[in-house]
T-cell receptor
Framework: KQEVTQIPAALSVPEGENLVLNCSFT??????LQWFRQDPGKGLTSLLL?????REQTSGRLNASLDKSSGRSTLYIAASQPGDSATYLC??????????????FGKGTKLSVIP | DAGITQSPRHKVTETGTPVTLRCHQT?????MYWYRQDPGHGLRLIHY???????DKGEVSDGYSVSRSKTEDFLLTLESATSSQTSVYFC?????????????FGPGTRLLVL
């Protein structure tokens, strides 16, 4: 069974700092990995999708990397801003025990950017 | 933002009563999903649909049923609600199986079962 772990569970940084969020997964047989952002009381917003054949994806100040063989992904946020404060979720897409495609989520990293 | 709405957004009900949550999309995406989000567990898949009248179970399907009679609507029913089903429920959609595409999430429904 796929398990996804995100470390740290919470992170507090001063504004302007560059930071890295970590995601690890136990089964390397994945199709893709997706990073989401969730604001309190809101739904999930898709940030980046990395296919299993890719090494990284970039969107603005965000850069996500994927090392499928070692079961790791990182989300790099450059020049953090208070508006980046949210919970960041990592999810891997693979085959479930029932043979269907399924997203397995980590529990998230809660980021606070202090002005 | 993907055109996904969920109704109701908040609901309080009593143990043993039936509850139906609705997800409506305007994107004409083939795939629709229901997740629940609980502290300490993260998001878990309940059921999903890969087309009209085509549905399958996810990781935590016990106590839930779904129906999809139209492309745009995906209903989640709790036949007899229990306190363990108190949660935040999210609907998601995707254009493909997810092999290539992203999943897009609705705003969520907060359900409290007393």
């Amino acid at each position: 069974k796929q398990e996804v772990t995100q470390i740290p569970a919470a992170l507090s940084v001063p504004e302007g700092e560059n930071l890295v969020l970590n995601c690890s997964f136990t089964d390397s047989a994945i199709y893709n990995l997706q990073w989401f952002r969730q604001d309190p009381g809101k739904g999930l917003t898709s940030l980046l999708l990395i296919q299993s054949s890719q090494r990284e994806q970039t969107s603005g100040r965000l850069n996500a990397s994927l090392d499928k063989s070692s079961g790791r992904s990182t989300l790099y946020i450059a020049a953090s801003q208070p508006g980046d404060s949210a919970t960041y979720l990592c999810a891997v897409n693979g085959i479930s025990g029932a043979g269907s495609y399924q997203l397995t989520f980590g529990k998230g990293t809660k980021l606070s950017v202090i002005p | 933002d993907a055109g996904i709405t969920q109704s109701p957004r908040h609901k309080v009900t009593e143990t043993g009563t039936p509850v139906t949550l609705r997800c409506h999309q305007t994107e004409n995406h083939r795939y629709m999903y229901w997740y629940r989000q609980d502290p300490g567990h993260g998001l878990r898949l309940i059921h999903y649909s890969y087309g009209v009248k085509d549905t399958d179970k996810g990781e935590v399907s016990d106590g839930y049923s779904v129906s999809r009679s139209k492309t745009e609507d995906f209903l989640l029913t709790l036949e007899s609600a229990t306190s363990s089903q108190t949660s935040v429920y999210f609907c998601a959609i995707s254009e493909s199986t997810g092999l290539e595409g992203s999943q897009y999430f609705g705003p969520g429904t907060r359900l409290l079962v007393l």
